[in-house]
């Protein structure tokens, strides 16, 4: 993944880290959103069947094997931006990488870990990393998994090959890492080379204003075969209307939300 965001010189790190602070409070609690985890749709069976034996064989414990799957995502993707794959899951993303040389953005490897993931029985969801601007043509998206190995959420990146942690080494999900930029402390990316970290930390910095993810994580959620919602994390200074955007036969409901402690718990 390569950072030119900064329009040679035109925009400044200075001035991602600006808005960030400017929009960094978030609203009071209104009421924990509904969730939900598809693991018994069939076709996640044929997501497992892509991942070989040797990647989850002889695995200590779950953090471990939540890593593997997630390097075995980063390698079996080629990194590059080019248009989504339709249908957008992991058989159909696969079987393109498989025929020709298709390359994949970081949306496409969230997708695909998310799906992973849940083909494992994890809980597990996309989250979207949105910037300020209400038209983002780059921004940034991960997979957050539950750990029962540290009992929390963790942030995997699949696109860059790392997950996040604080200076204690221990691994954080998404809201944490916000918290870590807006204070200046240390975060560390295992397996990222030091040059990568410096330039990622600030690509980070400019695409945590505002959050979005499914309230169905499921096989194939990215593409309209059913209704979906989607809760969009805004800062409470970041006011926006909801939405009913027609898709074919179906709908995708875009519901604004404002307290971090609401949107994260559909975490618990």
């Not at 509904?34 to 989850?56: C, G, M, N, S």
């Not at 025929?99 to 809980?123: D, H, I, P, Q």
């Not at 970041?238 to 402690?261: A, Q, W």
């Amino acid at each position: 993944m390569t950072f030119n965001i900064y329009m040679e010189g035109k925009v400044s790190r200075e001035d991602d880290f600006y808005f960030l602070r400017l929009f960094h409070e978030y609203g009071a609690s209104v009421s924990a959103l509904p969730y939900q985890y598809q693991w018994h749709d069939k076709r996640l069976q044929q997501v497992r069947e892509l991942i070989p034996a040797t990647v989850f064989e002889n695995t200590s414990n779950q953090f471990e094997l939540q890593k593997k799957l997630m390097f075995w995502v980063n390698r079996s993707l080629l990194s590059g931006e080019a248009p989504p794959v339709r249908p957008m899951n992991t058989v159909e993303i696969l079987k393109s990488r498989r025929l020709r040389e298709t390359r994949s953005t970081c949306w496409t490897y969230a997708v695909v870990l998310n799906e992973v993931y849940l083909s494992f029985g994890f809980r597990s969801r996309m989250i979207r990393c949105l910037p300020m601007d209400l038209r983002p043509m780059d921004c940034h998206c991960m997979t957050m998994v539950f750990s029962d190995l540290y009992n929390k959420w963790v942030a995997f990146d699949a696109a860059m090959g790392t997950y996040y942690t604080d200076a204690e080494k221990c691994p954080l999900d998404v809201q944490e890492i916000r918290q870590i930029l807006l204070e200046g402390k240390s975060l560390c990316m295992p397996y990222v080379p030091r040059s990568t970290s410096v330039n990622l930390r600030w690509y980070l910095c400019k695409n945590m204003i505002r959050f979005c993810t499914y309230q169905e994580s499921a096989f194939n959620i990215e593409e309209p075969e059913r209704d979906r919602t989607l809760y969009m994390l805004n800062p409470v200074r970041y006011r926006m209307t909801d939405k009913v955007v027609p898709e074919g036969e179906h709908c995708l409901f875009i519901k604004n939300v404002y307290s971090d402690t609401d949107f994260w718990n559909v975490f618990s």
